[in-house]
């Protein structure tokens, strides 16, 4: 399991879709989770330190294992099936140790409201995973390479295909909105 913390809650400007930034703080490894409008609101608002007129679904459910003298110690995400995340909620219930099935935007939601850690499997890390450290040192190899090559033909293909995946990456990040307005849309 890796530890990571919430980067980011951003919006696709394009297509109006948020998405979650898991990042991990020992690493350039990251985690994008998109994820509903109210969660997305949800997360975004605690993470800014604001309080809704009402208790949003978060807020209630946090309110609720309180006052049953529970306690969330952790949040994992544990698996991705068909693109969809899973996520457990870890709970001390009374001395009981307590593992709840959730969606990863809840589960993320409630850990940032009890500021408890989140841990990413593996597993998950490696077939979802982003490293902004690869993808930068391919494009210096792919500069590389380029300004070595003696004939267009023999390196072009590899360099142009490194370059193209990075500037794709690139132009993702770069097509997000931080979520530090949201609602004010």
């Not at 391919?138 to 142009?160: C, D, I, N, W």
Request: hydrophobic share 40%; no cysteine; charged share 25%.
């Amino acid at each position: 399991m890796v530890e990571m913390t919430v980067d980011s809650v951003r919006m696709n400007v394009e297509s109006n879709q948020r998405v979650v930034i898991l990042k991990d703080p020992e690493g350039e490894r990251y985690l994008f989770i998109w994820i509903a409008n109210p969660e997305a609101y949800s997360i975004a608002l605690e993470l800014q330190g604001a309080s809704p007129p009402r208790p949003l679904t978060h807020d209630l459910l946090k309110t609720v294992i309180q006052e049953l003298g529970g306690k969330l110690t952790s949040v994992i995400i544990n698996d991705l099936i068909d693109d969809i995340y899973y996520a457990r909620l870890v709970l001390d219930a009374n001395g009981r140790h307590v593992e709840i099935d959730s969606r990863s935007s809840d589960a993320i939601a409630m850990a940032v409201r009890f500021k408890v850690s989140i841990f990413v499997s593996e597993s998950v890390l490696e077939r979802a995973g982003v490293t902004l450290q690869v993808a930068e040192e391919r494009e210096e190899r792919a500069s590389r390479e380029r300004s070595s090559a003696t004939s267009s033909t023999s390196s072009g293909s590899g360099s142009a295909g490194a370059s193209y995946n990075l500037d794709v990456y690139r132009d993702f990040i770069n097509g997000l909105d931080a979520l530090d307005e949201f609602g004010n849309d």
